[in-house]
T-cell receptor, first 116, second 109 residues
């Protein structure tokens, strides 16, 4: 059972370039989300999805797009990379999300992105 | 605003007991998580509290007082592998997760 798989693990971009971080889960989880983690700060939610075809913005959505065409996949697109987007990105999934029957989050291994 | 406070760093000795505190000021409360995160790795689930009191799970226990906006994670019989960051996260009234910055725990032999 692979759990949550993120690719790539490391990426260096130049300012203005675009890229997609891939995330896939094989646990049939309805809820998927993307976080960024920066030193000295808590995890910050970028975008999330409660099911295929449904996405919503989190706390820091600017500069990022997502789509959810299948239950398994939830890619994160950086439209025009900026140095402020240098961070570690985590994809996370949950059976029930953060609704009334909140379940634990399962995280991918993380993607370390540097924007020069 | 919403806020979760945890100590930035703590040091403890192998075999000892350590308590990591988490205080929160959030718009409502629907539960509290503790996660463990080793350096360079993903967070992994440790515990979930929604009612007041102590939840014990092996060497780890988590306590919650909703009236005080306070939780702690208690780690007993510390092992070197417990060196990690411990993240506190609260579910607010809108069912959004609010994360603390984490406490880095250093275990010395």
């Amino acid at each position: 059972n692979a759990g949550v798989t993120q690719t790539p693990k490391f990426q260096v971009l130049k300012t203005g370039q675009s890229m997609t971080l891939q995330c896939a889960q094989d646990m049939n989880h309805e809820y998927m989300s993307w976080y960024r983690q920066d030193p000295g700060m808590g995890l910050r939610l970028i975008h999330y999805s409660v099911g295929a075809g449904i996405t919503d913005q989190g706390e820091v959505p600017n500069g990022y797009n997502v789509s959810r065409s299948t239950t398994e996949d939830f890619p994160l697109r950086l439209l025009s990379a900026a140095p402020s987007q240098t961070s570690v990105y985590f994809c996370a999934s949950s059976l029930t999300g953060t609704g009334e029957n909140t379940g634990e989050l399962f995280f991918g291994e993380g993607s370390r992105l540097t924007v020069l | 605003g919403q806020n979760i406070d945890q100590p930035t760093e703590m040091t403890a000795t192998e075999g000892a007991i350590v308590q990591i505190n988490c205080t929160y000021q959030t718009s409502g409360f629907n539960g509290l998580f503790w996660y463990q995160q080793h350096a360079g790795e993903a967070p992994t689930f440790l515990s979930y509290n929604v009612l007041d009191g102590l939840e014990e799970k092996g060497r780890f226990s988590s306590f919650l007082s909703r009236s005080k906006g306070y939780s702690y994670l208690l780690l007993k019989e510390l092992q070197m592998k417990d060196s990690a960051s411990y993240l506190c996260a609260v579910i607010d009234s809108n069912y959004q997760l609010i994360w603390g910055a984490g406490t880095k725990l250093i275990i010395k032999p």
